[in-house]
C-alpha cells in the first residue's frame, strides 16, 4: 500500500493557485526527489504530502498510523530556547553541515515511516552533500522509510532520488532521474542558463508552461 496519495488536489492560499489538479503517491522505501523552478510549489507541495498544510481541494489519504519525520527549508530556532546568541551564531557558523546532520538525527528519532525534507543540502559543500545523500541512503537502507525531498543540487537529484517529480504548479512529469536527465523539454521549464543541469523531465508536456515565479498564478487544471 501506498504511504500517501493525492488525487487533484489544488492549494490556493486566498485565491491564487499555488498548486493545480496534483496527483502522486509514494511506496515505502522509495526515495523520491520534489524539483521546480523556484515558486513553482515544491514546498507546498512536500507540506500537503506530510500533512502539515491542507489543500484546498482533494483528498490526502495517508497509511493509517503514519508516522512522518520532517525537516523544513527554514531551520527556526525558539527565541526561548537557553541559549548565547553568540553561541548560536558560532553554531550555525561552524557546523552548517552538522547541524543538518543533528536536525534530521532529531527528525529520525520518532522512526518515520516517511521523512521530508526541504532542501537538505542547502548550506553543504559537495563532500557535505555527498556525506548527507550517503546518510539519506542508509536511513533508507536500514529503516526502509519513504524519503521525500526538495532539492535544487543537482548531484541529491540524480545520485540519491530513485524517482523525480517535475513541478510548475502542476506536476510536468515524473520518472527516474537517469531516464529523465537527458531531456530536452525541462530546459525551457528551468531556463537556458542552467545548461541543462535541472533538465529533468524526458515525458511528454501535455501543456505549455507559463512562466513561473512568486506571486504567478501556477496553471490549474
Ligand atoms: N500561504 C501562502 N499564501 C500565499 N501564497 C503562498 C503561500 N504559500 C506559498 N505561497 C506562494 O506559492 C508559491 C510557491 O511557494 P513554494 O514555497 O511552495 O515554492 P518553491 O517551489 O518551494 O520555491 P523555492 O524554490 O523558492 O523554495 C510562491 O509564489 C509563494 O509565494
Do not use: W
Not at 37 to 55: A, D, E, F, Q
Not at 107 to 132: H, K, S, V
Amino acid at each position: 500500500m501506498s504511504l500517501f496519495e493525492i488525487r487533484n488536489a489544488s492549494v490556493r492560499p486566498g485565491g491564487a493557485t499555488v498548486l493545480g489538479n496534483v496527483s502522486a503517491q509514494m511506496t515505502a522505501g522509495e526515495i523520491v526527489t520534489i524539483v521546480g523552478p523556484n515558486g513553482s510549489g515544491k514546498s507546498t507541495l512536500l507540506r500537503v504530502l506530510i500533512g502539515s498544510l491542507r489543500p484546498t481541494r482533494g483528498p490526502v489519504i495517508r497509511r493509517r498510523g503514519l508516522r512522518i519525520g520532517y525537516v523544513p527549508q527554514h531551520l527556526r530556532i525558539a527565541p526561548t530556547l537557553p541559549m548565547t546568541v553568540a553561541r548560536l551564531l558560532r553554531l550555525r557558523r561552524s557546523v552548517g553541515g552538522q547541524f543538518r546532520r543533528v536536525i534530521l538525527a532529531r527528525a529520525l528519532l520518532a522512526q518515520p515511516r516517511l521523512l521530508g525534507l526541504d532542501e537538505p543540502a542547502q548550506g553543504l559543500d559537495q563532500p557535505g552533500t555527498a556525506a548527507f545523500q550517503k546518510q539519506i541512503g542508509e536511513v533508507r537502507d536500514r529503516t526502509g522509510c519513504g524519503i521525500l525531498m526538495v532539492s535544487h543540487d543537482r548531484h541529491m537529484v540524480m545520485s540519491a532520488s530513485e524517482r523525480v517529480l517535475c513541478l510548475n504548479g502542476h506536476i510536468c512529469c515524473q520518472g527516474a532521474p537517469q531516464k529523465v536527465a537527458s531531456a530536452p523539454d525541462c530546459r525551457a521549464l528551468f531556463g537556458a542558463g542552467t545548461q541543462g543541469t535541472m533538465a529533468l523531465c524526458t515525458h511528454h508536456h501535455d501543456r505549455t508552461h507559463a512562466p513561473a515565479g512568486p506571486g504567478q498564478k501556477a496553471a490549474d487544471q
